[in-house]
């Protein structure tokens, strides 16, 4: 299979922390991807969705 960049840097733990992340959309992320303030945010909630699963993915290569 191919492996992507974020595999190579995060493992599979961050790849699939993101897409559980940018499914489910809770809490801060949910908010980032509903907002109507006018403002133009179309991928925010995807940085922050990647940025808690690799910090997550971090965590857990570090203490499994």
Do not use: M, Q
């Given at each position: 299979?191919?492996?992507?960049?974020?595999?190579?840097?995060?493992?599979?733990?961050?790849?699939?922390?993101?897409?559980?992340?940018?499914?489910?959309?809770?809490?801060?992320?949910?908010?980032?991807?509903?907002?109507?303030s006018?403002?133009?945010?179309?991928?925010?909630?995807?940085?922050?969705?990647?940025?808690?699963?690799?910090?997550?993915?971090k965590?857990?290569?570090?203490?499994?």
């Open positions: 299979p191919t492996r992507r960049s974020s595999d190579l840097i995060y493992g599979t733990i961050g790849v699939t922390n993101y897409g559980y992340v940018d499914k489910v959309k809770e809490g801060v992320i949910k908010k980032l991807d509903t907002d109507k006018g403002v133009v945010n179309t991928f925010i909630d995807d940085l922050v969705g990647a940025i808690a699963a690799a910090v997550a993915a965590i857990a290569h570090k203490y499994a």
